[in-house]
């Protein structure tokens, strides 16, 4: 019995060593069929990514590879930092070799936005007045002024600031023809203040404002009355 179990066990020893010689092997030949022609390490895709990812986000679907010159595509990238801050401008496929072209600023790519890692969307129906007269587009950063109450009870504060604008639409009464000017605007936000925004949203009002890297969003607090009459 001893003798059988050893045998069994020596047959699946030599399999195991033959499939490893074949590996070796194999990427031997890889290496004796690129010996002595001028190779370039560059990127490639190794699993299908969505339009506008972040380059951030890439890492675990891409692999370095080495490629003869010749083969290599222009604008090749060798790595992922030469993309830093932008996302894909188109789909990537299995075998695909990154590019700068496959890559653009997030306000440059046409469309909606990828959304950041950790964050999940929220659409948000406003007339346009209170979404900056419909003019925003994905892209853009919005701050949430949101009002409750009313008369000498009314207060308004600035709830949040900076939000990500992923996605412009028309409001579903918009697009089916009917009488109306909202919008419908879908940001990208954590899950506190999806909260805000939908509490604010059901029992009081919501307005947006339109914001860049420069713009100043300290020194605010709650407007009661008594804040803006004489």
Do not use: C
């Amino acid at each position: 019995m001893n003798k059988r179990v050893l045998a069994v066990a020596g047959a699946a020893v030599l399999a195991l060593l033959a499939v490893l010689a074949m590996v070796i092997y194999a990427k031997g030949a890889d290496d004796r069929a690129l010996r002595g022609t001028e190779t370039v390490t560059v990127l490639r895709v190794t699993s299908q990514v969505a339009a506008k990812t972040p380059a951030a986000d890439l890492s675990g679907s891409v692999e370095t590879v080495k490629l003869p010159k010749a083969a290599v595509v222009d604008g090749a990238l060798t790595d992922l930092s030469q993309v830093s801050n932008q996302v894909t401008s188109t789909e990537l496929v299995p075998g695909d070799q990154l590019t700068r072209l496959k890559f653009a600023q997030p306000g440059k790519v046409k469309g909606d936005l990828a959304v950041p890692r950790g964050m999940q969307t929220l659409s948000i129906p406003l007339p346009a007045q209170r979404a900056v007269a419909a003019s925003l587009k994905a892209g853009d950063k919005v701050g949430v002024m949101i009002s409750y109450g009313s008369g000498t009870g009314g207060v308004t504060n600035n709830a949040m600031n900076g939000l990500l604008v992923v996605k412009v639409g028309a409001s579903v009464t918009e697009a089916e023809g009917q009488a109306g000017g909202d919008v419908m605007l879908t940001v990208a936000t954590t899950t506190l203040k999806a909260e805000k925004i939908v509490h604010g949203m059901e029992f009081g009002k919501v307005w947006l404002t339109l914001q860049d890297d420069d713009t100043d969003t300290g020194g605010g607090k709650t407007i009661g009355q008594k804040d803006v009459t004489p």
